[in-house]
């Protein structure tokens, strides 16, 4: 079955550490995306890529990094710049179709903690 | 800018009615709603396009009123499986189909 795999399901960093977050999709997905959830909030965006070789900040892209070099992988890198990393971290991608259009497929979350 | 999601958080009892809105201060293209449960992923569950096209769930109905750039999700007859967080993400008029997540509105249907 199709899907986006998410992986650590927790994760837990010291402070001063960059740390990657990955993603990986086999959905054939063009557009992948990084959300950030805290508690009780919703969902943030801070990177989006529509193409391989190609993405863009979102609204809260300041001490993160990424790279698209191949279609299905989209890591995200936390890095030490980010002052308050703890969060949900939500990976996503979508592609048209006629059943969804632009529907997000999720997948299952990072869970990040600062030690 | 994030669309508002109202009410922040509604309890029904099986079988009972509720709408929660999404409004947004931008033009928009069109309009997601996605339920999560407790620690897990948003699942989608519709979208609605410019144009009146509604594509998604069977059971959960939802509008997109353009004029006001609001939408409105309708939970009919409720069931337990429909508690969950419900957010809205809207996609704003050549965005390139990015989404801005509203705040979430907290349902618990209850037997």
């Known amino acids: 079955d199709g899907g986006i795999t998410q992986s650590p399901k927790y994760l837990f960093r010291k402070e001063g550490q960059n740390v990657t977050l990955s993603c990986e999709q086999n959905?054939?997905?063009?557009?992948m995306y990084w959300y950030r959830q805290d508690p009780g909030q919703g969902l943030r965006l801070i990177y989006y890529s529509q193409i391989v070789n190609d993405f863009q900040k979102g609204d809260i892209a300041e001490g993160y990094s990424v790279s698209r070099e191949k279609k299905e992988s989209f890591p995200l890198t936390v890095t030490s710049a980010q002052k308050n990393p703890t969060a949900f971290y939500l990976c996503?991608?979508?592609?048209?179709?006629?059943?969804?259009?632009?529907?997000?497929?999720f997948g299952s979350g990072t869970r990040l903690t600062v030690v | 800018q994030q669309p508002v999601q109202s009410p922040q958080a509604v309890i029904l009892r099986e079988g009972e009615d509720a709408v929660i809105n999404c409004s947004s201060s931008?033009?928009?293209?069109?309009v997601h709603w996605y339920r999560q449960k407790h620690g897990e992923a948003p699942v989608f569950l519709m979208i609605?396009?410019?144009?009146?096209e509604q594509k998604g769930h069977e059971k959960i109905s939802a509008s997109f009123n353009e004029k006001k750039q609001q939408s409105s999700l309708y939970l009919t007859a409720s069931q337990l499986s429909y508690s969950g967080t419900y957010f809205c993400?809207?996609?704003?008029?050549?965005?390139?189909?990015?989404?801005?997540f509203g705040g979430g509105t907290r349902v618990l249907v209850k037997p």
């Open positions: 993400g809207t996609e704003r008029k050549a965005a390139g189909n990015k989404l801005t």
């Open positions: 931008k033009a928009l293209y069109s």
């Open positions: 959905l054939n997905h063009d557009a």
């Open positions: 996503a991608s979508s592609s048209w179709t006629e059943e969804r259009g632009y529907g997000y497929t």
């Open positions: 609605l396009l410019k144009g009146g």
